[in-house]
């Protein structure tokens, strides 16, 4: 079955540090790949996606992400946090070409103290 | 807001009650999706529609849950006779078929609590 790991749970940086949030799934064919960011009391948004080309995306707000086809990763990047990028940070995969539902990892939250 | 809607924001319900839950997509979309969450899990897919017609369903979905999208406009979630397992957030979610990437744009979510 298909699956998504986020192994940090819980992550707290202090304002100015960078960002680097692990991102796994197990699939070895076709995959689209998101990270989608829950700030508090708001709903889910998409920050950045990959679907095929240039393996390293930017998103939103300074974000991007690198597409290790070997090592079925997508990690989240950001060079330096702020404060207002404390939030739930999930990662999703959509399987096959043409398919539908979004797998998601277990979320990690990020606290950044100011 | 031309963003997806979902009503009510917050449901309480005792266990073994009859629940309905309404989504309402960004308007040009034709995919809808439900997702269930729970404290501490990513969303779960539920079903998708496609236009009118319901085109998969997760093993999750029991046979207490049911999903209608009549016009292919709004869409409505029942869970009959709830247990305190339902507990969770129920997600909508919408996108548009023939876009280059199939973008899920979610809504705000119905909280369910079942005591």
């Known amino acids: 079955a298909q699956s998504v790991s986020q192994h940090n749970h819980h992550v707290i940086l202090s304002e100015a540090a960078s960002l680097e949030l692990g991102c796994n799934y197990s699939y070895g064919g076709t995959v689209n790949l998101f990270w989608y960011v829950q700030y508090p009391g708001q709903h889910l948004q998409l920050l950045l996606k990959?679907?095929?080309?240039?393996?390293l995306v930017k998103g939103i707000k300074g974000f991007e992400a690198e597409f290790i086809k070997s090592k079925f990763s997508f990690n989240l990047r950001k060079p330096s946090v702020q404060w207002s990028d404390t939030a739930e940070y999930f990662c999703a995969v959509n399987v096959g070409t043409g398919a539908n539902n979004l797998f998601f990892g277990t979320g990690t939250r990020l606290t950044v103290i100011p | 807001d031309t963003g997806v809607s979902q009503d009510p924001r917050h449901k309480i319900t005792k266990r073994g009650q009859n629940v309905t839950f309404r989504c309402d997509p960004i308007s040009e979309h034709n995919r809808l999706y439900w997702y269930r969450q729970t404290l501490g899990q990513g969303p779960e897919f539920l079903t998708y529609f496609q236009n009118e017609a319901q085109l998969e369903k997760s093993r999750l979905l029991s046979d207490r849950f049911s999903a209608e999208r009549p016009k292919g406009s709004f869409s409505t979630l029942e869970i009959q006779r709830t247990e305190q397992g339902d507990s969770a957030m129920y997600l909508c979610?919408?996108?548009?078929?023939?876009?280059?990437?199939?973008?899920?744009?979610f809504g705000p979510g119905t909280r369910l609590t079942v005591l």
């Open positions: 990959y679907f095929s080309g240039d393996p």
């Open positions: 979610a919408s996108s548009l078929m023939g876009s280059s990437y199939n973008e899920q744009f």
